[in-house]
């Protein structure tokens, strides 16, 4: 169980596994941390729009534009567990870039990381997703300019202890 499996990482069925030592194999343990997952998905899209610039309603609306897709609307409530958990991973890797790129405290490198370890242990997937978004950072020469090289070395040794 507490190895990485050829289909998923274990992020979610080990967090899965907890809830049911907690509460035994129940529909609530479940669901409950499921709607919690979602909550914090949808709180991070909109703290991730409010950081950048995005005012109160727009942000709003752009997360609550997210039910409108068919995989947050629906499949999030049918079905998807370690894709729900790489969502999260997402909206948290895209709002700590930005205080990266706003800030760039070491603090700041260091949630990035911890951000990316927990996507990496969530979905094989959220590789693909970091190279999207280091590939959007990187065609900005004032963005490229913000991030220092040895804070994302930082940002990659958190990375490595969340793995």
Not at 15 to 20: E, I, K, L, R, S
Not at 44 to 69: D, P
Request: with cysteine.
């Amino acid at each position: 169980l507490l190895s990485y499996g050829a289909t998923q990482p274990p992020l979610y069925t080990w967090m899965q596994q907890a809830v049911f030592e907690l509460f035994g194999p129940s529909i609530m343990a479940v669901v409950v941390p499921k709607y919690l997952l979602v909550t914090a998905f949808l709180l991070s899209y909109f703290a991730a729009a409010r950081a950048t610039g995005l005012r109160n309603l727009y942000a709003a609306l752009a997360v609550f534009s997210l039910a409108l897709l068919y995989q947050v609307g629906w499949k999030f409530h049918s079905g998807l567990t370690h894709s729900l958990l790489m969502s999260l991973a997402i909206a948290l890797s895209l709002l700590t870039l930005v205080q990266v790129v706003e800030r760039g405290r070491p603090r700041d490198y260091l949630c990035f990381g911890a951000a990316v370890g927990l996507g990496v242990m969530s979905k094989y997937g959220f590789v693909a997703c970091l190279f999207a978004l280091f590939a959007a950072l990187l065609t900005d020469a004032s963005l490229r300019a913000r991030i220092s090289r040895c804070g994302m070395g930082l940002g990659a040794l958190a990375a490595l202890l969340a793995i």
